[in-house]
Nanobody
Framework: VQLVESGGGLVQPGGSLRLSCAAS????????MSWYRQAPGKERELVAR????????NYADSVKGRFTISRDNAKNTVYLQMNSLKPEDTAVYYC????????WGQGTQVTVSS
């Protein structure tokens, strides 16, 4: 099983990034997929989730209206489009797959700074 995140980097406030998480080794389409983040000195927190059957989504209040989670089951990939980025969005972003089992990626750093 692998979850490999990519797309992180350094961006100025107000900018955009799109994170990707490529999955392998399990039946991706049947799993709920989530993005979490962890800033230095803080607990890991849920950013966004997309469910497997309905495709419904939910978001942390801090990112509503700015971030969009989506999935492509044909490519076994989940995305996080992040717009209007703020310095407080700086964190390591992790991909998580949840069903009977629970899998995590290794994380990708996002830094929002001028």
């Amino acid at each position: 099983v692998q979850l490999v995140e990519s797309g992180g980097g350094l961006v100025q406030p107000g900018g955009s990034l799109r994170l990707s998480c490529a999955a392998s080794g399990f039946t991706f389409s049947t799993y709920a997929m989530s993005w979490y983040r962890q800033a230095p000195g803080k607990e890991r927190e849920l950013v966004a989730r997309i469910f497997s059957v309905t495709g419904s989504t939910n978001y942390a209040d801090s990112v509503k209206g700015r971030f969009t989670i989506s999935r492509d089951n044909a490519k076994n990939t989940v995305y996080l489009q992040m717009n209007s980025l703020k310095p407080e969005d700086t964190a390591v972003y992790y991909c998580r797959a949840t069903r009977v089992n629970d899998y995590w990626g290794q994380g990708t750093q996002v830094t929002v700074s001028s």
